[in-house]
């Protein structure tokens, strides 16, 4: 008590003065965290937003483009009839792609419009007959050069005809593998692939290039 009473009043003075400036100091920290916490948030809402809408305008995109693709081919995604390997559902079609490939892969260019019959059951055969020419003079003669063309004449049958299978698909948005599994068909079973193209052009029954079916 007595060196309270001995305290200068100016010193008791300052005593709650600096407490009230120590608060101050403390409360503009406090607002300071908060006002860059609000920011934070705020910049992440932003952020957040623009991604949303940038997903947004991409799925947009993507939308157009599958509406464009559908009416390009007419909206109607078709499929072959039978697998590859359904050769025999129709026999009539099974006998003509095993003894004479030539003209039915014709006359399927013929119904889709890519090419006439003439013209590339010929360019079929050619293939066809390089082959087989070539495959003869190497047995006889031994000699690899020949050999080498008979592998090259077969490999580019099958490319021929897996291009316009390809086109085939394309053409009337059939759904399919890949252009090359195309070419692998034609190469591994070429029969069996002529007969699945045959089937779904006559059982549509198109016609100059127009699907007459569904």
Known sequence: MGSLGAMPVSEVQRVPVAGTQEEE???GEVAAVLDFDMLC???ALQT?????GKSRR???VAEEGDEDDEMEFGGVQRMWEGDVTDCFDDRRIAIQAACCPCYRFGM???RANLGSCFLQATAHSIFIVAALFSFIAFVITNRYCFLYMAIASTFSSGLYLGHFRTRLKKQ???RGSHSLLDCINHLICPCC???QESRTLEMNN???GIWQSG
């Open 25 to 27: 100091a403390v409360g």
């Open 41 to 43: 948030a705020t910049v």
């Open 48 to 52: 957040q937003g623009m991604s949303v």
């Open 58 to 60: 991409k799925e947009a």
């Open 108 to 110: 399927n260019m013929r």
């Open 172 to 174: 009337f948005n059939i």
């Open 193 to 195: 692939t002529l007969c």
């Open 206 to 208: 198109v016609q100059n």
